[in-house]
């Protein structure tokens, strides 16, 4: 389907509010959250825009599906994908929520193992230098932006990049002053200039927070071809969500299609059941015939016993779809980025992520507006799933009526006000956009191995920002977040005569230290010998070398690669980490040239003795130096 474009300025809701009783989005019923409930099935389904279209492969779906739910509610699903797949021919589709896009097939391979090679560099720090989340044990943050005074991370203090909410309620409005809670006055993440041309090219303009351009130039065009891909993700969400089309607050079933037994019904229902059971005449009466005292003796038991009747039938209805008023295209826009690096480390000590907290991306001031994600590597873990719900506003109701609101929303008295929406899974090389008009988390995940890493964004309204001198050399990667819209002050922007438009991207990971093996082997003596004047490990076995840190290893480690990383250990001692060609080795958080005397960093030791064990991992070209 083609969108017609407009010359209106898009204008994007903001996930923050006052929670006044008529803030937030409209409240979803029981019934339309069972449809969402069976789209979530299908969408998370790869391709499954072409496969619903396969009779098989479709009846096959519904066979699958009718144990959980109402054959009705399957249809009206089946009928809506089968909608959107006919407007969604390729690889980009939407996602399991609303507002939300996918893209399996975009990415090619070359530019995914450039992508990987390049953030290998990042990561390849010692441990000291990794910036641990406050509270979280397994997440690495970067440093935030003095965005009022322009001080660099030493002499700033660190500000929790998201806001988390017990009670959420979101609404898309203006910014008011009695919400200072929602704005920093002082601290701001750092964006990045991105230009997009008329045909869609990107080019980087300014400064990544941390990621200094000289050293990481070619990352730099990496993050641009990347980005590309995302753009019409981003058309999409923005398009779905701005204020002008609102497609998330579009109900599918009206609480009106509810049938509400009324008092005159309820109280001649009663009297009648209570006259067969007493064998009494039953005389039936209208509202103005019923007395106060029978008024009275009925209706304390009026809301928690009356009929509320669900509708038997409900179908979807292509017209019930919310047409665009206008259409986002960033094409020939000057863009803001954010860019941030994070990572979540699993091992087998500590095998599982309990999920992240419900949150939305930035504060106020960001007036971030969508996020992209790209999952470029993901192995050896349980299902993951990224999920959302929405803050909503409060549904209309008569007093203590709390039966009506529990079968109409599926809410209870004194519950926060928020629906959950579903979850989109996360697959390998998947590209995921969605609108920050949803919290979301990550659900809880496993490992079959050992790593979960993420990556994110930062922002600032300024970009002329030299690299920070003293993370010069740190990593930083990838989170796309859209940010709103400027139209106020020196954000004006005077290319293509289009107002700057603040974008971000993110680049997710969920990956593990692949195949790593512990090996025992009994009679291994581990030694440092001399060659040419070097100094190196060498491992033996009956006087045999089967391991030479300088050569190739032998057979017991046909399984590993050029680029795998060895740790050994003896006895109580630290423990050394090395590739097999020697590049490098790790001790105590310092990387070595292993032409090095080994003495020189542990006194007096010329033998290592009987190895205790040694740690074979296999890591894909990602050099992480993460063990178990």
């Known amino acids: 389907m083609e969108k017609l474009e407009t010359p209106e300025t898009p204008k994007y809701p903001v996930p923050f509010t006052d929670g006044d009783i008529d803030d937030g ?35 096959k779906w519904i066979k699958e599906l009718q144990p959980h739910f109402e054959e009705k509610t399957i249809d009206y699903a089946i009928d809506e994908a089968l909608y959107y797949s006919g407007i969604f021919t390729e690889s980009l589709v939407p996602g399991a929520v609303d507002c939300t896009y996918v893209d399996d097939d975009c990415m090619p ?29 397994s997440s690495t943050e970067v440093p935030k932006w003095d965005s009022v005074t322009g001080k660099g991370e030493t002499d700033c203090v660190y500000l929790p990049p998201i806001v988390s909410f017990d009670h959420p309620y979101i609404k898309n409005r203006q910014y008011t002053p009695e919400r200072f809670q929602y704005r920093s006055e002082k601290y701001q993440w750092l964006p990045t200039e991105f230009d997009v041309d008329a045909n869609g090219k990107v080019k980087i303009l300014s400064y990544i927070n941390n990621l200094h351009p000289g050293i990481h130039e070619k990352l730099y065009g990496t993050l641009e071809k990347i ?15 701005c204020e002008q089309n609102k497609k998330n607050d579009k109900l599918r079933i009206s609480s009106e299609v509810y049938n509400i037994e009324v008092f005159e019904d309820y109280f001649n229902r009663v009297r009648k059941e209570e006259a067969e059971k007493n064998g009494t005449e039953f005389v039936e009466l209208k509202d103005k015939d019923i007395s106060y005292q029978e008024f009275r003796d009925y209706f304390h038991s009026y809301d928690d016993e009356k009929l509320v009747v669900i509708p038997e039938d409900y179908k979807f209805d292509p017209e019930s779809v919310p047409k665009n008023n206008i259409t986002v295209n960033l094409k020939g826009s000057r863009l803001q980025v954010i860019v941030k690096l994070a990572n979540i480390i699993l091992t087998p000590e500590k095998p599982t992520y309990k999920g992240g907290v419900w949150h939305v991306e930035g504060m106020l001031n960001e007036e971030i507006v969508a996020t992209g994600i790209h999952y470029y590597d993901q192995e050896n873990i349980t299902d993951s799933y990224l999920a959302f719900r929405q803050g909503i506003c409060e549904p209309e109701y008569e007093q203590g009526d709390n039966k009506g609101v529990k079968i109409f929303y599926n809410l209870e008295d004194e519950e926060p006000l928020n629906q959950r929406l579903g979850e989109i899974k996360t697959l390998k090389n998947r590209l995921i956009s969605f609108p920050n008009i949803y919290q979301h988390q990550i659900l809880d995940l496993n490992i079959l191995l050992n790593i979960l890493k993420k990556i994110f964004k930062t922002k600032k ?24 819209e400027k139209n106020k002050g020196n954000l004006k922007t005077i290319m293509f005569g289009k107002i700057k438009t ?50 190739k290893p032998q057979k017991v480690f046909d399984d590993c690669r050029k680029d795998c990383i060895y740790e050994i250990k003896y006895g109580n ?8 060609e020697g590049v490098y080795f790790n001790y105590k958080g310092q990387t070595i040239n292993p032409s090095y005397t080994w003495n020189k960093y542990i006194p007096g ?9 040694f740690m074979l991992s296999f890591e894909q070209n990602l050099s992480y130096k993460i063990h178990s």
């Open 25 to 59: 989005y409209n409240c979803k019923t029981v019934i339309e959250q069972k449809i969402l409930r069976v789209l979530n099935e299908i969408k998370n389904k790869p391709n499954w825009n072409k496969k619903i279209k396969n009779t098989e492969i479709r009846e």
């Open 109 to 137: 391979e070359e530019l995914l193992n450039e992508l990987q090679d390049n953030v290998a560099k990042l990561e390849d720090v010692p441990e000291y230098e990794k910036d641990w989340y406050p509270g979280n044990v």
């Open 227 to 241: 980005f590309e891909k995302f753009i019409p993700l981003f058309n999409n969400v923005l398009t779905d969500s």
């Open 461 to 484: 309204p300024k970009t002329e920002n030299p690299p920070a001198k003293k993370y010069i050399n740190k990593k930083v990667l990838s989170e796309s977040i859209i940010i709103q």
């Open 502 to 551: 603040v974008l971000g991207l993110i680049f997710m990971t969920v990956v593990s230290l692949v195949h790593s093996k512990e090996h025992k082997i009994s009679g291994v003596i581990a030694k440092l010998e001399k060659d040419k004047g070097k100094v190196h490990l060498v491992l033996k076995k009956d006087g045999v070398v089967i391991f030479n840190v300088l050569e």
């Open 573 to 580: 001692r630290e423990s050394f980490r090395f590739n097999i």
């Open 605 to 613: 030791c010329t033998e290592i003795g009987n190895c205790k064990y």
